[in-house]
């Protein structure tokens, strides 16, 4: 048996669909297919914006740097991020001049500990935002973030969590300044690279489009861009900079690729949903008691399956996994502050031993998606009872 992280979920028919495009078009780059595929992603979401981006992480990049100039913050100003959380999330906000506070993580969602968040809170109160995570395909308590820090601007990153909901059924992304997505191969649908960031404030949302390709005022939606013309009449509009920007911009044939794959996204996130009712059900049998269970949230979406032994054995589990056939990964980075690239920041924290380390020490995670059956998750179980003794 093998038992890849993820599976191509790139079809004959979207290939088909790609080929005809590129057969009948004369336009390659940032065109009308990017903005209906932007159109279909804000209606699925339930958003009022979306901007295509070349990948996840060049959306966060654009959230952060967009973010800092539309609210004035100033270099140094601390946002807060878990500890455990991709390098992409971090990266932006340390690039952009910002202060990175790293906040430990519970071992039930994978999100920001609530008592050492209220600790962290009280360490420091000028904290301006916070870019969560939603990890894994689990929701992180937003809620209970704004409770403790209601003048930090909240970010989200749900790049590997597409779907994800919270408690009242609300997608994650949707209700926060801006938010990001991932369409990497190996996310929930793919566009090969690419990325989206959302938001429901339309200011924000021009100078993000603005920023996504270089600053030029003709970027911007058409009745903005006549403002800054009318504004700017002694520079041609045709290369007017309206601010500092990169070239975030992805092209028509991965947006092709896209509204195709968008179509089959619900269903592949239902079809994880059942695999991991499957597999947290595995977990309540005795015999797997030396595992530590995660929460179980009804509207998740699946990522992949995290199992973190208890006491140790994560060595033989790791060599058990590979003599079958079955890719791992650890659960994300990790203690990303064990990383050579962040070892000059350190965790603010009141106690003496963090979860982000035990969870650095022992927790790896196994492939969850649309191409996964009953019977690979039955030997997964038969594998960790093995492990167990």
Request: net charge negative; proline share 5%.
């Amino acid at each position: 048996m093998y038992w890849p992280l993820m599976e191509n979920t790139i079809t004959f028919k979207d290939r088909l669909k790609m080929a005809k495009f590129v057969m009948t078009t004369g336009r390659f780059t940032n065109g009308p297919e990017v903005r209906k595929f932007e159109k279909q992603w804000s209606e699925w979401l339930g958003v009022n914006h979306s901007l295509y981006v070349s990948s996840g992480s060049t959306a966060n990049s654009l959230i952060i740097e967009s973010v800092k100039e539309y609210y004035g913050l100033e270099n140094g100003d601390k946002v807060l991020v878990p500890a455990t959380t991709w390098m992409t999330n971090v990266a932006p906000v340390i690039q952009a001049g910002l202060q990175p506070i790293f906040c430990d993580i519970n071992l039930r969602n994978f999100s920001f500990d609530v008592d050492e968040l209220q600790y962290v809170a009280d360490q420091h109160p000028d904290i301006k935002a916070v870019f969560v995570t939603h990890l894994i395909g689990l929701s992180a308590p937003l809620e209970t973030i704004r409770s403790i820090l209601p003048d930090a601007l909240i970010l989200e990153d749900v790049c590997e969590s597409h779907g994800v909901q919270g408690p009242r059924g609300e997608k994650r992304g949707s209700d926060s300044i801006a938010s990001s997505f991932s369409f990497y191969f190996g996310h929930h649908m793919t566009t090969i690279e690419g990325g989206m960031v959302c938001t429901n404030n339309t200011e924000l949302y021009e100078l993000m489009r603005l920023k996504r390709s270089h600053g030029m005022a003709r970027e911007g939606s058409p009745g903005f861009f006549q403002e800054y013309t009318k504004a700017n009449p002694d520079i041609d509009p045709a290369f007017l900079f309206m601010t500092d920007g990169f070239n975030f911009r992805n092209h028509e044939i991965c947006a092709v690729l896209g509204q195709a794959q968008l179509k089959r996204l619900d269903k592949n996130i239902e079809i994880r949903r059942e695999n991991y009712q499957y597999f947290y059900d595995t977990l309540l049998y005795p015999s797997l008691s030396n595992y530590m269970i995660p929460e179980y949230q009804i509207f998740n979406s699946s990522f992949s399956f995290p199992i973190i032994p208890i006491g140790g054995n994560v060595k033989l589990l790791k060599t058990m996994l590979r003599n079958n056939g079955i890719e791992y990964r650890p659960i994300i980075s990790g203690n990303l502050l064990r990383h050579p690239a962040f070892k000059k920041y350190s965790l603010c924290t009141g106690r003496e031993k963090s979860n982000v380390d035990y969870l650095h020490e022992n927790g790896v995670y196994v492939g969850n998606s649309q191409f996964v059956k009953k019977e690979q998750i039955d030997k997964l179980k038969t594998i960790m009872e093995e492990v167990s003794g």
